[in-house]
């Protein structure tokens, strides 16, 4: 995988290459995973505000959430490799 930069939504991005897995927010593990890394500091927000779709865990043991959906950013990391 490369580090090309990947759009998680409102201009933010995330180098591909960096990204671990990506996973819906829904489920209460998650929103205690989001809870630890906030009390970490290790929690980046990049909803601008909407609602959390998607969680994106980096190889930094940082958290990303985003309001896009966990099917739409892999998408975009799947074409990204083909380029």
Same mark, same amino acid.
């Given at each position: 995988m490369s580090d090309k930069p990947l759009? /998680?939504?409102f201009g933010n991005i995330v180098p591909s290459g960096r990204i671990i897995s990506i996973v819906q927010a829904?489920?209460?593990p998650t929103k205690r995973m989001i809870q630890e890394a906030r009390e970490r500091h290790m929690l980046v927000d990049a909803?601008?505000?909407r609602k959390t779709r998607s969680i /994106?865990?980096?190889d930094s043991d940082h958290i990303i959430l985003s309001a896009i959906h966990p099917e739409t950013i892999a998408q975009r990391l799947h074409t990204s490799e083909k380029e």
């Open positions: 759009n /998680i939504g829904d489920s209460a909803t601008n505000g /994106i865990l980096v």
